[in-house]
């Protein structure tokens, strides 16, 4: 560089004390040393002292000897220099020519680059440049030049170039405070200068390097007043005038809107209303940018645009009703934000949901269920029951894919906040109704409907992944609080599940009884009735045979499936079984069509939430509810929690009944028989019915505990005690036949109205007949003839019950017509027993019971017996007719008379017979 006219001064050089004179024959060392003299004694003086002398030095130093000298120590220290002397001599500066000041301004922007590497030896030197250019603000006499924004922009390329996480906060502080007074005190921001502030608020920017994001935030921030008309002259030629093509930020307008509404909204005050038009565009592209835009700004946390702006706020929620199906969906995926930030708008989105969820595109409908649910699981606060119910409604779309989102998304929601120690008792009423609508979705005839319903109900309702007692008591309580076509779905579900473990159990079972030729006969047969329990049966059927494939060859397989299917396998054990078995498949993350139908297969046979332990802890909370000592269980269903955990009880004895064969369990349940509620003894009896096969061979001290109790049932207990009662003795019972002779002798002379306990001596009797048939069907005989037909049936011994009509409630029925109902039960259950009809027994008795039809109930026709006994026993006799039809060996000894005897029964108006 060459110094102009006016600085090639004759004038003597002065140097401060200890200074050398500089000249450029000295060596690069020397000429360091006195550089650095000379730098220190500029740093020591003061703006108060006589600086005159040395301005013949400070033209000096604007010289190509220093800025071009190939050493950057030299040219840092004699940038070092010039800022001091701009400190010293402000604020008159020793530079009088605007192409000095360029060029030393110039000069000094160049030797900022040295900030970047912060281990460098001159970091120091390079730190006290930059805070002494903040301090003076030198920058600030530039813009009186014509070529200023040349200057500027230079600077700020370099600050936002070399800014990084490495730098320490003072740094970012210096560099702002040279370069926000270069903002905040011009006339105005060249567009030049302007876009390459915003460059740097670019996403692509801000990935790239943070730091100057950040700078320019805190630069916008900092400036907000002044930079605001440059920001609204460059918005309004590109939103009005269209002048995309003349700025590098064109293309991205939308993005560098956003940004700035997050550095300071007020800056966009005149730009905003101009995006109501863009929404009401008629290009698509255009509506679409302008829609994502202003989704993210009204969306965001802590934003009050749509307070600040109604008009576009409204104008966005016309949005939601566009044409463009793409619009339509950027809206509804904004929704979560807003239910999640933003309550106040809710009102306003749930109508407009409410609209897209009958949308005719799958996608917008399938879009609103996600939005709705994504707010839901993260916060359920500001999710009202209409939004709720929203969701419930797409339970039922027509799409299976919308179905799925909705009950799957539902079942999230209700395994997070229903038992969450965050939620409230309010929170919970809400949640409620979650559980039924889902297991309501088991009475959808579509297969995949039922098995993600049994999918929910093993991972969310009742969920595999908790420990035994505390997923039984979820378990409990959901039964115990759901309505009644729930009760019936997962008694469904249960025995569905059971069913195809069956199915399963058969399959494997061929492996181990029949001939390889035999085996694949019998085996195509099982598989086609296994694929009716899967999803698409056809494409069942092919995966279902590569399963049979692998099971011939790998007998590792066919033992984990022998586990799943063990009656005794524990849940965790199933669950190992299964991931040892879906490895062999292929990978969860890639899933192939025969790894998920395998999956499914597995899914619907694994027992994940039953086993042994399980029901004890369930036996346990029954019979802490049985004794009044339960934990509350709130929205439990009218019959109670205990009627419904004895339900859950019975249910569970029938498909899992080993799981209910431990000492502990017995024990519990025959406790349970002591209960002074009638409801809990029969449903415990009942439970050992189901579960008690040979309890006195494999758990003999339970049953010396049992037996007692039994008996005494059967002889004093009431009927429906006593039928269970014998019908457990018959089950558990290693020597039954001895044990039914005691009662049977015992019993069989009672057979007389004068016994108080006649009604359970028919019955003990009856099923005694029935259920060991081969050593009672002859003494029985002479029971039926003599006690029963003669000294029952025939006898009219009592008034009978006075009723106005021809029924009566049956706390009012007499002792003798009770106890002829029974006679007859017990006609049924022995000939059940016989299922013959040896000697004319069973001719007799249809003959007998077809009378009584025949006779309005009034056997013997002595106009003895009342009406309403008449009807009653007219009633019974019927029921035993149907009830021997069953068995083909009766049915085909009734005639068509008698068959249309019973069928007329069905006219008689009154609505108890």
Request: proline share 3%; with cysteine.
């Amino acid at each position: 560089m060459t110094r102009t006219k006016g600085h090639r001064s004759t004038a003597r050089i002065v140097y401060p004390s200890g200074v050398k004179e500089l000249t450029s024959d000295l060596s690069k060392d020397e000429l360091m040393r006195r550089l650095k003299a000379l730098a220190r004694a500029f740093q020591d003086m003061e703006q108060e002292e006589e600086t005159d002398q040395y301005e013949p030095l400070a033209l000096h130093l604007v010289n190509d000897m220093f800025f071009k000298h190939p050493s950057k120590d030299v040219r840092l220290l004699v940038a070092c220099c010039l800022a001091d002397i701009f400190r010293i001599f402000a604020p008159e500066a020793p530079y009088k020519t605007m192409e000095t000041l360029k060029c030393i301004f110039r000069f000094i922007t160049k030797q900022f680059w040295g900030l970047e590497n912060v281990e460098s030896s001159s970091w120091k030197r390079n730190f006290y440049l930059l805070e002494n250019v903040a301090m003076v603000k030198s920058y600030n006499i530039c813009m009186e030049l014509p070529d200023s924004n040349e200057i500027f922009v230079e600077l700020f390329n370099v600050f936002f170039t070399i800014i990084s996480d490495n730098h320490a906060s003072k740094v970012r502080t210096f560099m702002l405070d040279i370069m926000c007074p270069l903002i905040s005190e011009n006339d105005a921001v060249a567009s030049e200068l302007l876009e390459r502030i915003l460059v740097n608020l670019l996403d692509s920017k801000k990935i790239e390097n943070p730091s100057a994001f950040i700078l320019a935030r805190d630069l916008i921030k900092r400036t907000a007043s002044s930079i605001e008309p440059s920001i609204q002259v460059l918005f309004n030629s590109i939103l009005i005038l269209g002048k995309k093509d003349k700025t590098e930020l064109g293309p991205y307008m939308y993005e560098l809107i956003y940004q700035l509404n997050q550095v300071s909204s007020n800056i966009l005050l005149s730009v905003l209303p101009q995006l109501e038009l863009k929404l009401k565009s008629n290009d698509e592209r255009e509506r679409l940018s302008v829609t994502k835009l202003l989704g993210k700004m009204f969306s965001d946390k802590d934003s009050d645009l749509a307070t600040q702006h109604k008009p576009l706020w409204n104008c966005f929620l016309g949005r939601f009703g566009d044409i463009n199906i793409n619009v339509r969906l950027q809206c509804v995926r904004f929704a979560s934000q807003f239910i999640l930030y933003h309550p106040y708008l809710v009102q306003d989105l749930t109508e407009k949901l409410s609209e897209r969820a009958h949308d005719a595109e799958e996608s917008v409908r399938q879009a609103v269920v996600v939005s709705i649910i994504t707010a839901a699981k993260k916060d359920m606060t500001n999710v009202t029951d209409d939004l709720f119910n929203v969701v419930r409604e797409r339970t039922l779309d027509k799409k299976w894919s919308i179905r799925k989102d909705s009950i799957l998304g539902l079942s999230h929601v209700y395994k997070k906040w229903y038992y969450s120690t965050d939620s409230t008792n309010a929170d919970k009423v809400k949640l409620a109704w979650i559980k039924d609508k889902i297991l309501h979705m088991y009475y959808q005839t579509n297969m995949d409907d039922k098995l993600l319903v049994e999918r929910i109900f093993t991972v969310s309702l009742a969920p595999y992944t908790l420990e035994n007692k505390e997923r039984m008591k979820r378990m409990f309580e959901l039964y115990a609080t759901v309505d009644q076509h729930s009760v019936r779905a997962i008694n469904e579900l249960l025995k569905n599940q059971f069913m195809v473990r069956t199915h399963l159990q058969g399959l494997l079972e061929l492996y181990e009884q029949e001939s390889d030729e035999i085996r694949a006969k019998k085996m195509f047969t099982k598989l086609i009735v296994i694929s009716k329990c899967l999803p698409d049966p056809t494409k069942a059927q092919e995966h279902l045979k590569r399963l049979r494939e692998v099971l011939d060859t790998d007998q590792r397989i066919r033992k984990f499936l022998q586990i799943i299917v063990s009656p005794s396998v524990t849940c965790k054990r199933a669950q190992q079984a299964v991931k040892e078995i879906m490895k062999k498949f292929g990978d969860p993350a890639n899933p192939s069509a025969m790894f998920e139908t395998v999956q499914k297969l597995l899914e619907r046979s694994a027992p994940f939430t039953i086993d042994s332990e399980a029901v004890k802890s369930l036996i346990e909370y029954v019979a802490k509810e049985a004794s009044g000592q339960g934990d509350e269980i709130s929205g439990e269903a009218e019959e109670g929690a205990l009627v419904r955990g004895l339900q859950l009880l019975q249910t569970l004895s029938v498909i899992f009944p080993a799981t209910f064969k431990s000492e502990e369990t017995y024990n519990i349940l025959i406790e349970l028989l002591d209960s002074v509620d009638d409801m809990v003894s029969s449903a415990a009896l009942q439970v050992l019915i189901n579960t008690g096969d040979d309890l006195e061979a494999s758990f003999p001290n339970s049953a010396q505990k049992l037996i007692p109790v039994l008996q005494t049932r059967a002889r004093e207990g009431t009927p429906a005690e006593a039928k269970r009662a014998v019908l457990c003795l018959n089950k558990i019972l290693a020597d039954k036949i001895g044990a039914f002779k005691v009662l049977f002798e015992d019993m069989k002379e009672k057979v007389s109205l004068d016994n108080d306990d006649i009604l359970t001596t028919l019955t003990t009797l009856g099923l005694i007949a029935k259920c060991t048939p081969e050593h009672f069907s002859s003494p029985m005989k002479n029971v039926v003839a003599v006690n029963v037909v003669k000294g029952l049936l025939m006898l009219d011994s009592t008034e009978g019950t006075h009723s106005k009509g021809i029924w009566c409630p049956d706390d009012q029925v007499c002792l003798e017509t009770q106890a002829k109902i029974h006679a007859i039960k017990l006609l049924v259950h022995w000939l059940e027993g016989l299922k013959a009809n040896a000697g004319g027994s069973g001719s007799s008795t249809i003959r007998l019971l077809a009378t009584m039809i025949k006779n309005d109930g009034d056997l013997m026709e002595r106009q003895k017996i009342q009406r309403a006994d008449m009807a009653r026993l007219r009633l019974a006799a019927g029921c035993a007719m149907l009830k021997l039809a069953q068995e083909p060996c009766f049915a085909e000894l009734m005639t068509q008379d008698q068959f249309q005897l019973v069928a007329l029964l069905i006219n008689v108006s009154h609505v108890g017979l």
